[in-house]
């Protein structure tokens, strides 16, 4: 890609790859004790129904504050987590800690608890043997209803080759949902429609952001519906910022989605005073109550 862009690109392209490889060293020096000592935390997005943007689910994104640093993203120091393996006992306590907080809501919030809790899983966590064994564990520890949690993973990941395919097909055999993460930025998506035992396709941001266009990223977003629709999946639209991008989603058909126009990511204590702040239906026939 880079190289089809002339010899200064490919220069500036590597020069950039090797400034982010010394940060993330850096990055995943510190990362190995931020676990002993509480600076990671998760927030939660609500994922939820539209047009009104009532809470349907939530997903947790992790954070972590560094004593010095501060505020460090997860598109920073997950990739060094993965490169370096901390991601497997950091996807652990992540995994272990949505559960956990999971089964709170259900108890102080009862029917109005997030429906599902997703749970990003990369790569690497994937390829572990016994992952899905771990997720089995989990489940059991904190008395999650294995239903409640859903597992999402990029079409990157899956292919990633090795037991990746079969831990995903022993995690979806326990009851747990599986969403295709940042669906159609990868490689064969549509086969992988077909092997994958998924229950929920997330359409990427960079489509609906594009959405209002009316040009292709609107033909690709409509035809993800139709797809999703067709095969059993709940789409979800992913990155919605603006009520005009919510408004052509819903006219599309889409029910489901996350971004900023409804909501940021939030801590856990908040999920239960989030109040709907989507579109109001225009009463009338075809209006979604
Ligand atoms: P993702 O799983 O696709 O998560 C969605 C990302 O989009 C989140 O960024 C979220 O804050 C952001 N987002 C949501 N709505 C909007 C919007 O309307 N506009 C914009 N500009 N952004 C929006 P975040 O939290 O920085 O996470 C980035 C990525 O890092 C995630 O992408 C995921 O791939 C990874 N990640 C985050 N938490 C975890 C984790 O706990 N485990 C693993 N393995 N990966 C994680
Ligand atoms: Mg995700
Ligand atoms: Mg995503
Ligand atoms: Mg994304």
New binding site residues.
Partial sequence: EAKSQGKGRHVVYHERMDHRTAEQSRVAADLRGALDTDQLH??Y?PIVAMPGGELFGV?????WTHPVRGPI???LF?PAAERTGL?VP??AW?LEEACRQAVSWRQTMGAAAPRTVS????AR?LREAGFAEEVAAVLLRTGLPPDVLTV?I?ETAVFDGGTALDELKSIAALGVKIAL??FGTGHSSLGLLRTCPADIL?VD?SFVDDVTGGGEPAVIVAALLTISDGMRLRAVA????TAEQAAELHRLGYRYA????YA??LPAGEIDTYRPAGLTPAPGPGALV
């Fill in positions: 998760l927030l997005q997903e947790a994104l992790v954070r993203g997860p598109n997950i991601i950091l996807g992540i749970v990003n899983v990369s966590q999402e990029t993460d940042d997330k941001k992913e990155g919605v910022e996350q971004g900023y126009f940021r990511p």
